[in-house]
């Protein structure tokens, strides 16, 4: 069983940067791929940005340019940075990890990042 949990969430003004941290119980260097998703109030859960076996990121469109996504091997630890935060930006979240095959996807509980004006 793999456990994820998040971490460095809080409130920030628009503008402003946040780094997000997901600590996994094993080894992430073992997982198909780790990612960020994010859900925002009354909106479904999207995706924020990936990081695969291989190293190589991906990001939707919507998270390009502000968004990174990075990882440390050794503490088994996943970063998102953010910056030029935007109010739309305030949502719940989510680290997710999937396994080799099966891809097994594991799940997070979230860390709240609250973007003011």
């Known amino acids: 069983q793999v456990q994820l949990v998040e971490s460095g969430g809080g409130l920030v003004q628009a503008g402003g940067s946040l780094r997000l941290s997901c600590s996994a119980s094993g080894s992430i260097f073992s997982f198909n791929h780790m990612a960020w998703y994010r859900q925002a109030p009354g909106k479904q859960r999207e995706a924020v940005a990936f990081?695969?076996?291989?190293?190589?990121?991906s990001y939707p469109d919507s998270a390009t340019g502000r968004f990174t996504i990075s990882r440390d091997n050794a503490e088994n630890t996943v970063y998102l940075q953010m910056n030029s935060l935007k109010l739309e930006d305030t949502a719940v979240y989510y680290c997710?990890?999937?396994?080799?095959?099966?891809?097994?996807?594991?799940w997070g509980k979230g860390t709240l990042v609250t973007v003011s004006s």
């Open positions: 997710k990890a999937q396994t080799m095959e099966p891809h097994i996807d594991y």
């Open positions: 990081i695969w076996q291989d190293g190589s990121t």
